[in-house]
């Protein structure tokens, strides 16, 4: 699907907040509600718009630590990929898992209440999975800038 200069606005609208009406919606890209809960609709039918979440401070919710944890497999063959990846989709402290390029395999984002926690995390953690080769650990200390806009363009 090609998104047009009226699409791109409505998804900007509903990432400043995703909680607005469609007549907020429509309001502020300067189109009457129906065009706009049409396409609204079309967006989310097209898999464009994938869901409407709340952006939680994990630190005032008591997960103090942040952390990018880099993790080497032993191999890349099926079994291990497959055990790895169900690990990680059964680990509720990993926020999310990108398969990535490079020296390492994946990059995950963990958020934990202490040091003390991500250390009985990692053994836990290496206990059942013993494909992993190597994991190297990046504590966030701040962060810089966090967006979820898109710099979406829309197609002529």
Known sequence: MQLDAIDIKILESLVD???ASVESVAERIGLSATPTRRRIRRLEDEKIITGYRADIDAAQAGLEIRLHVLVKLQARDRPTIEKFETIVHETPEVQ???????QYDYILLIHLPSMKDYHRYLRQFLE??????????????????RTAHLALQAKT
């Not at 999310?96 to 490079?102: A, E, I």
């Open 96 to 102: 999310s898992c990108d398969l990535v390029t490079g």
């Open 17 to 19: 907040d995703g909680r």
């Open 128 to 145: 059942n999975n013993g494909g992993i080769s190597s994991i190297e650990s990046n504590v966030v200390i701040g962060n810089i800038k």
